[in-house]
């Protein structure tokens, strides 16, 4: 009978994804390593997943050119071809092909021919068949992954040492009168979901006894990442008889090998320096000695954790409640207020405040998704354009565990790849020169993200020649941008804040890669569009550093309500440095611009009416109220007619109509019902 597969569709897509994330990050590391074993064993198991997922699901063409990589791959890892640059770079082109395969089967597209690529592996296997040398060499050690899990089973020997803490386990679960056995578990060859039967057998396994030691590694069983076989170390009071009847009662698995661990016997426990890398995972529970506690009492706390996976507009939905639910409290808490209600009605104002914040704390949680999402596509983008250039970089990323918001997730990815090629073409020099400049041949450009607060702060950093100042105010100059005068009297940093003009650039040449004077204002139209800024640090000879700093969500936020004639505005409150009162007598004028000397420092000032083109009133009262708010390394005071106080909002988009407004960032719902327009300062000003 055929099965409908469609129904995988999205599964199969999402995790093709996964591996593929893993095939790129494991071919970068193997690249800077050739001998690393670890790496090549998880690029073989990535494209052998691969292989069996698109032959089950009917997609030949990806599961041929898996199989002709597996085949390549596996002379790598019996030592039979050298890992050599070359190879390297024809995997990479499998890995952009099998991408856009991807990306094909998601948009319903035919097939796609992969001759060129099968003849560019079939060329590397067959110029190792031809060498005399080889001949023999390939018959003895070419042995796939399946024929050694099967000679491991004809043998009845396990594919794992144990450490000398595991021996004291063992040692221990043997004065307690508990059996330790080793079990070799098989999985039907068509099966569909290889790491799901392995996680109905250790339910089985584990509800009367523990499993401290797997083979492959936890994560791997998880994932599904195995061929046919795993193995494992079970430890409880059970017979081998009744252990076998509970995996044999699970479909599509049976227990090939079922035996009592000899501690006693020298070829069966051996020490772990004998270990072969990367040749087993250890589930060890972590106990201070073995007297402590039992494994089974200590192991419960490290086990895997269960994910779900859920569709995103689930979550937007969510979000969407529970912003209304945010509004309805906010309207409780003002009729509560107006109506000066007792007793009953403020408990239950109080017990729903309670309820939805952690509520919405809860969804905003779910919805914070790693930046590692992002930042994995940049090594391989950074090295293919080194290699483009002929330069040589090392890259580093810092803090991919930082979460953000999946809405300013989204939005994140271009500006960083304006930065880093930027980065990559302008910044690092030549190997040459940076020889003769004293510096490696090799330059850094580094990657970080970290949270600060309530705001998340991703730097782009190189260290190559800098920014030549002096070139920049030319072409301002030159661009008619301002006056000689005017820009030798500007700092450093407004100098380099030009390069976020648009159209604005300082090559001399159009390349495919620069030049055309794109690239840094659509970086911080977008960075403003996020609620966030961006700022250059530079020292000539010594590297650039571009600093982002971005709310973690764009959802719900804290803001300060403030009343410009009869309207009510909301400001960010992660714009607002402080709040202040002046005088009318405290304001003066420099340059035609009223200034207001504040703790030391002059801070210019600018009305609200002004800049919202309200209608003017006479206000003669002697105090002002003033909101001082920050933009990049600038203080900037809006003077408003009066301060309402801080207040948690729901941002709400205008609609397409209304959308790019300068200086409004969205709009609310208020406690009274009234609609209020955020401000977005930075734009605004």
Known sequence: MNMDMSQYLDVFLEECREHLVNLNEKLLELEKNPQDLSSLNEIFRAAHTLKGMSSTMGFNDMAVLTHHMEDVLSYLKEGVIKVEVPIIDILFDCFDRLQMMVGNIQEGKPAVDNTDLIEMLESIKN???????????????????????????????????????????????????????????????????????????????????????????????????????????????????????????????????????????????????????????????????AGDRLPEESFRSNKVKQTVRVDIEKLDNLMNLVGELVINKGR???????????????????????????????????????????????????????????????????????????????????????????????????????????????????????????????????????????????????????????????????????????????????????????????????????????VVDTVWGQGTTFKIRLPLTLAIIQALLVKVGDETYAVPLSSVDETTMISRTDIKIVQSQEVVLLRGKVLPLVKARYLLECPEHENNEDVMYVVVVRKGQKQLGIVVDSLIGQQEIVIKSLGRLLTGIPGVAGGTILGDGAVSLILDTGTLV
């Open 127 to 289: 110029r190792e068949k031809s060498s005399p040398s080889s001949e023999t060499d390939n018959k003895s050690s070419t042995v796939t992954p399946e024929q050694k899990d099967r000679e491991l089973a004809a043998k009845d020997s396990m594919p794992f040492e144990f450490n000398q803490y595991d021996l004291t386990i063992l040692k221990e679960v043997q004065t307690r009168g508990l059996n330790a056995y080793y079990i070799s578990v098989k999985v039907a060859p068509d099966c569909l979901m290889k790491s799901v039967r392995a996680f109905m057998v250790f339910k089985s396994l584990e509800t009367d006894g523990e499993i401290i030691k797997t083979y492959p590694p936890a994560q791997d069983l998880d994932e599904g990442r195995f061929q046919d076989r795993f193995h494992l170390v079970l430890i409880n009071k059970l017979d081998e008889d009744t252990i076998r009847q509970r995996i044999d009662n699970i479909t599509e698995v049976e227990a090939e090998v079922i035996r009592l661990i000899d501690l006693d016997s020298s070829q069966e426990v051996r020490p772990e320096a004998q270990v072969a890398k990367g040749s087993a995972v250890s589930r060890t529970p972590q106990i201070a000695a």
């Open 332 to 534: 409780l808490e003002q009729i509560g207020l107006t109506q000066q209600h007792r007793g009953d009605l403020n408990d239950v104002i109080e017990q729903m405040e309670r309820i939805t914040s952690d509520l919405q704390n809860v969804v905003m949680n779910v919805r914070m998704v790693p930046i590692e999402q992002v930042f994995n596509r940049f090594p391989r983008m950074v090295r293919d354009l080194a290699k483009e250039l002929g330069k040589e970089v090392d890259f580093v990323i810092e803090g991919k565990e930082t979460e953000l918001d999946r809405t300013v997730i989204d939005e994140i990815g271009d500006p960083l790849v304006h930065l880093l090629r930027n980065a990559v073409d302008h910044g690092i020099e030549y190997p040459e020169e940076r020889r003769q400049n004293g510096k490696p041949a090799a330059g850094l450009v580094r990657l970080v993200a970290r949270h600060e607060g309530n705001n998340v702060f991703i730097e782009v950093s190189d260290d190559g020649q800098g920014l030549d100042l002096d070139l920049i105010r030319d072409k301002v100059v030159e661009k008619g941008l301002t006056t000689a005068q005017e820009v030798n009297n500007m700092t450093a940093a407004q100098v380099a804040n030009f390069l976020f003009r648009s159209g604005f650039s300082t090559a001399d040449n159009i390349t495919d890669i620069s030049g055309r004077g794109v690239g840094l204002d659509v970086v911080k139209n977008k960075i403003e569009s996020l609620n966030g800024d961006i």
